[in-house]
């Protein structure tokens, strides 16, 4: 089965499903035993993710809109310096709900621009593709369905625009430190000088916040981890029993990793494709990373990656920033 497009991209889902089953299986044959947060957002996932975005303790979503909200036209400012048409490309851009203050004030400001928002999800793309043009008309938008690396390599291929990367929600904090600084410089790799990244970090803070974000009252974050074991479930035909796990969230205020956890409650064996995987009574999967930074790591971090640090914006508490930065 494949997925055809308006970019006329080909997404194998076969592929998709056999890549995913084996790092499912790589991951719980390690030790520690280990799930990428990545494979979180199947239909379920996204619903879950949607709810934990509006729930109370979540602060990252709303600093970051604040942000889009109060300073879309600096924004604006800061990436119009020349006069050339702009390359908008967001990686993983959602429903739009905060880059879209960006768009109507490039919109408004009469600034030439093509909205690319780059995504793995179809249902992503095909509803931006019908939605944004009702709320900013006239606006140039052409969604890319696909891998953020496959789809940024076609676009340099065929635009001599000046680029600018939206990679906003603290997305880059689902990597390690040192996975981040590959992925940055694998995005400079691409882009040309002068080029730009607007990239949305979550900041160290009060460490109760951070935790409490990850811990919320009403189990949305528990579900959320637990639903990847459901998928596995659905998806792989394993039989993981959902209610013999518990759901673990640290975060250690010196290296300012939030990690999550999922942890067995009994010694157990599941079954993934005739694989027995076996697990001890309260043995860990390390499930998710949502790192965070101060000012000074996310500037050290631009210049590692071969970028020069222009200007952050944060919201009113200083709990998110903006930053952005100038390939050199
Ligand atoms: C996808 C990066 C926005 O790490 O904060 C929310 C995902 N995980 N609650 C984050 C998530 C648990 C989230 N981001």
């Not at 410089?185 to 882009?191: F, T």
């Not at 796990?245 to 599941?270: E, K, N, W």
Request: with cysteine; net charge negative; proline share 4%.
């Amino acid at each position: 089965i494949s997925v055809h497009n308006s970019a006329s991209t080909t997404v194998s889902t076969a592929k998709i499903q056999s890549d995913f089953l084996d790092e499912v299986i790589r991951g719980l044959s390690a030790s520690p035993k280990f799930l990428s947060s990545k494979y979180f957002y199947d239909e379920l996932g996204d619903n879950l993710f949607q709810y934990i975005m509006n729930c109370e303790e979540y602060y990252p979503y709303r600093c970051e809109l604040e942000i889009f909200q109060q300073h879309a036209p600096e924004i604006v400012a800061q990436i119009t310096k020349s006069s050339a048409a702009i390359d908008l490309i967001e990686l993983g851009p959602g429903d739009c709900s905060k880059s879209i203050y960006l768009l109507k004030q490039l919109t408004q400001d009469q600034v030439k621009f093509t909205y690319l928002p780059i995504d793995i999800s179809t249902n992503v793309i095909t509803f931006i593709e019908k939605n944004l043009p009702q709320a900013i008309p006239g606006i140039n938008v052409q969604g890319l369905n696909g891998d953020y690396f496959d789809m940024l390599e076609k676009l340099s291929a065929h635009s001599g625009n000046k680029k600018v990367i939206l990679f906003m929600g603290s997305n880059l904090g689902n990597m390690s430190p040192v996975d981040a600084i590959d992925f940055c410089r694998r995005l400079r790799r691409i882009l040309a000088p002068g080029d730009q990244l607007i990239l949305g970090m979550d900041l160290k803070k009060e460490p109760k916040e951070i935790l409490a974000a990850y811990n919320d009252k009403g189990g949305l974050t528990k579900a959320f981890n637990l639903n990847l074991l459901k998928r596995i479930n659905r998806e792989l035909g394993a039989d993981f029993q959902i209610g013999s796990f518990t759901h673990f969230p640290s975060y250690d205020p010196i290296t300012g990793a939030c990690r999550s956890y999922l942890i067995s409650m009994d010694d157990q064996i599941v079954n993934i494709e005739g694989l027995e995987i076996g697990f001890k009574k309260h043995e860990a999967i390390y499930m998710e990373i949502s790192q965070k930074y101060n000012a000074g790591e996310i500037d050290e971090l631009a210049e590692i990656s071969g970028f020069i640090p222009e200007r952050k914006f944060h919201d009113s508490r200083s709990w998110f920033t903006d930053a952005i930065w100038v390939a050199v």
